[in-house]
């Protein structure tokens, strides 16, 4: 799915938290959203999914303008995993995963051993099949941003927007589902603290400070040791990987940044 924002601006008691954002995703693309705490990422996202209406700005999934779909439309297209949630009552892990079929059916319509297919599949997908009866409030953190990610999954949809995915888990998790979205070739567009798991997996990254776009291409073009220190205010030293050939940041503390 190709996705496209054009000039879009979002504001709250009439201070801006995005301005002007244009930006655009091609069919497939893994891109980062970057930028530190405050930078306008997560308001970004929750426009472009419609938690949130911009007060302008235009939206295109494949040329089709988003604020001309209904909800179940947009929901068909595309799929969010948002930062930890919890739900009101509680559910068991099958129960939250086939949430993610709710958009393919009609009204009071049953769930079908394909929908249960689908989202069996999903739950394996992300390491979670043995807790598909557990109640999902007894899971950890980790456990349970994995299991709203298999929602994702079982949503079916081209376009998928992640907001930090992997915030609560392990490091061996982070690196599973960053491979895991990295093997669907669905667009995805993903906001990220950590860089050196941007640089890893994007094909392109969008850096944010105070609301706006200030950089945008490769991992290469974006992840420099200047705009690095301007944005985050911290030092560091971009090295190659040896076996992928990605940048790799290394953070140098203000005792060695000095010297």
Known sequence: MNVKVEELSFSIHEKKLIEAISLELRDGEFVGLIGPNG????????NMYRVLKPEQGEIFLNGQDLFRLTQKETARQIAVVSQESNPAFDFTVMDIVMMGRAPHKRMLETDSARDYEIASLALRRVGMGHAAASSFSTLSGGEKQRVLIARALA???EFLILDE?????DIRYQLQMMELVKTLKLTSFAALHDLNIAACYC??????????????GSPDE??????????YGVKTQIFRHPT???????????TVASV
Not at 165 to 169: E, F, G, K, S, V
Not at 209 to 216: P, V
């Open 203 to 216: 094909d392109r990254i969008y850096m944010l400070e105070k609301g706006r776009i200030i950089a945008s």
């Open 39 to 46: 930078s306008g990422k997560s308001t970004l996202l929750k």
């Open 155 to 157: 949503q079916e949809a």
């Open 165 to 169: 995915p992997t915030n609560h888990l």
């Open 244 to 254: 992928t050939g990605k940048p790799s940041i290394v953070y140098l503390p203000e």
């Open 222 to 231: 974006v992840l420099r040791p200047k705009l690095l220190e301007r944005v």
